[in-house]
């Protein structure tokens, strides 16, 4: 006989608080749906954390512009200088670069504040092209994920062009040469160019309007823009799942790392303060843009030795380099080619170069799979090569837009700098190009080498016969399955140019491609096939001289794994059949 008791309404619990008000936010915003997101998984790899840097340097900018702006004044009306600093007493000059010096020296923190802003600008671009340069020599840009890789170009390219218009904006004379130039570039592009400068800069350089205009996109319109691409930037990421590298129990459909929260999160807001305290560190101990130093802007006056932000300093080298050629249209148009090449045109090809490679590999190769596993530098030669060879470009210019500092710092002839960087622009590529290419090709034989035979130990062991080799040790589990999971693209083959007597309509596509594919994927080093593994395993010998047991090569030619990382420490992985489809993460 059983009884039941029903106990007394008063004492009955209710839910705590904090419970009560989850139930009601789930209901009007279905938090409880949410699981998938905070357990989503981040492979940890060193070369993930540039594009990490960039963002926390972004928000940087964010509240160090939000500060700024309460003191600037875009105005370029002039006024008589009575500010703290002495040296410019007296002197007219415009309200922008008169609250420039009134922030840097007449508002407690300002200089400060003003340096950080300016520090990350140009850490935000460094990192934003490093790691542009991460996803290129990694294949991450293949399908599925082509659309991010423009949105991440198009970022570059703004925050470029915002990082110009931000330094322009005090007016000085360092900034105001500059803008000068990009006047003069705008002014070259052929049938718009007047337009665009009138739209620009609102008349006659320097004109009343330029400031102004240039204050509102840097403030409003550039930014607006940045943090759209930003979110769906990283709204794609979590959708299409976070790229890793190869290895045991990492495969097309799953990420072996760790969950957002609380382990990458919480490494990640570490992370923010560091970034954030570089920053204010180099802020506070590293001088940068002293624009009291160069006083206000005049057009009849120039500095000697100025060189804009690094990131610049290609377009500033590449116009040192061009000869003033120029032709003139029938009608009287003069085509000044020595603008017109260096500043619009070849930073047009390079842009569109690194755009476009993405759908240009996918139609070489005709690849139409989905990749989340990312290839090695060494994986593919001339991809890692031309990266080199287009990086070794950018710093001859680079270096070329400092050839009047070189001149006289290192007491050189201005003009053999310049002719030396007319000659390295098609020189240093090439050369880049080769070397670099030879020495991936030498590390994938030093791998198959390894495969084969082993790694060095450093141990010598002397024969019977006297002689002394080097024992080598065979390598483990994980490292076999890491150097053998490189994929190697086969070449696409040479059209038919004919069949059954009718002539191949497709011939010369199909060459064309036949060609870049030999390019692009031909004379690469064969993997190790699953007999000589086999063969390798049954005679290897350990260091200690008995033979090795156990270790076999599956019949793929990989290393027998059971597909799981055997390392200690906590390690995530999650499984996604598609990137519509989550599944939680689960630990191993």
Not at 24 to 39: C, E
Not at 351 to 376: Q, T, Y
Not at 433 to 447: E, F, K
Not at 512 to 518: A, F, V
Request: hydrophobic content about 45%; charged content about 15%.
């Amino acid at each position: 006989m059983s009884t039941t008791e029903e106990a007394p309404h008063d004492s009955r619990s209710r839910p705590a608080r904090g419970e009560r008000l989850a139930d009601w936010a789930d209901g009007r915003l279905g938090i409880y749906h949410f699981r998938f997101l905070i357990r989503k998984v981040f492979p940890d790899h060193w070369s993930f954390m540039f594009g990490e840097i960039a963002l926390y340097s972004f928000i940087v900018l964010i509240l160090t512009g939000i500060w700024l702006t309460m003191f600037f004044d875009p105005s370029m009306s002039e006024t008589v200088y009575q500010g703290s600093h002495t040296p410019l007493q007296g002197i007219r000059m415009s309200q922008a670069y008169a609250s420039t010096l009134h922030i840097s020296f007449d508002i407690r923190g300002g200089l400060l504040i003003r340096q950080l802003h300016h520090w990350s600008a140009l850490i935000m671009i460094g990192a934003l092209c490093v790691h542009t340069l991460r996803h290129f020599l990694t294949g991450s840009f293949r399908k599925p994920r082509e659309v991010n890789w423009l949105i991440g170009f198009v970022l570059l390219v703004i925050v470029t062009l915002e990082g110009f218009v931000g330094y322009s904006l005090p007016d000085d004379l360092l900034s105001g040469t500059g803008l000068r130039i990009a006047e003069g570039v705008t002014m070259a592009v052929p049938v718009v160019g007047t337009y665009l400068t009138m739209f620009l800069f609102g008349g006659e350089f320097p004109g009343h309007e330029v400031i102004p205009r240039f204050y509102s996109i840097h403030i409003l319109l550039l930014p607006g823009i940045i943090l759209a691409l930003v979110t769906v930037h990283l709204i794609l990421v979590f959708y299409h799942k976070h790229t890793q590298f190869r290895g045991p129990g990492r495969t097309e459909k799953n990420v072996v790392g760790q969950p957002l929260m609380p382990q990458y999160t919480a490494k990640a807001g570490g992370f923010f303060f560091l970034v954030f305290g570089i920053l204010a560190l180099l802020a506070g101990l590293a001088q940068i843009n002293p624009v009291w130093t160069y006083g206000p802007y005049r057009a009849d006056q120039i500095s000697q030795g100025s060189q804009p932000d690094w990131y610049m300093g290609f377009l500033e080298g590449a116009l040192r380099a061009m000869p003033a050629w120029e032709f003139v249209l029938p009608g009287g148009y003069t085509v000044n080619m020595g603008v017109l090449v260096p500043a619009v045109i070849v930073p047009t090809l390079m842009m569109a170069v690194i755009a476009l490679w993405p759908f240009l590999e996918a139609w070489v190769s005709g690849d139409r799979d989905e990749h989340h596993l990312l290839d090695h530098p060494r994986d593919h030669p001339t991809r890692t090569a031309f990266a080199v060879a287009f990086v070794s470009l950018y710093l001859v210019l680079f270096f070329g837009g400092a050839n009047d500092v070189l001149a006289e710092r290192f007491h050189l002839s201005l003009n053999q700098i310049t002719w030396s960087v007319r000659i390295g622009v098609f020189l240093v590529p090439a050369l880049a190009y080769v070397i670099t290419r030879r020495v991936c090709l030498g590390l994938q034989r030093r791998d198959r080498d390894k495969l084969l035979h082993g790694r060095e130990t450093g141990r010598i062991k002397r024969l019977p016969h006297g002689e002394f080799v080097e024992v080598h040790a065979p390598l483990d589990e994980y490292q076999r399955y890491t150097l053998l999971a490189r994929d190697i693209r086969a070449v696409a083959p040479a059209p038919a140019p004919e069949a059954d007597g009718v002539a191949n309509p497709d011939a010369r596509t199909q060459q064309l491609r036949h060609k870049l594919s030999h390019w692009l994927y031909g004379n690469q080093i064969a993997k190790p096939t699953a007999q000589e593994l086999r063969h390798v395993l049954e005679h290897a010998e350990a260091p200690d001289g008995h033979a090795l047991t156990g270790g076999h090569a599956g019949s793929n030619g990989h290393a027998g794994s059971n597909g799981h990382a055997a390392a200690g420490g906590r390690i995530a992985s999650q499984r996604t059949d598609s990137p519509g489809e989550r599944e939680p993460g689960h630990r191993h």
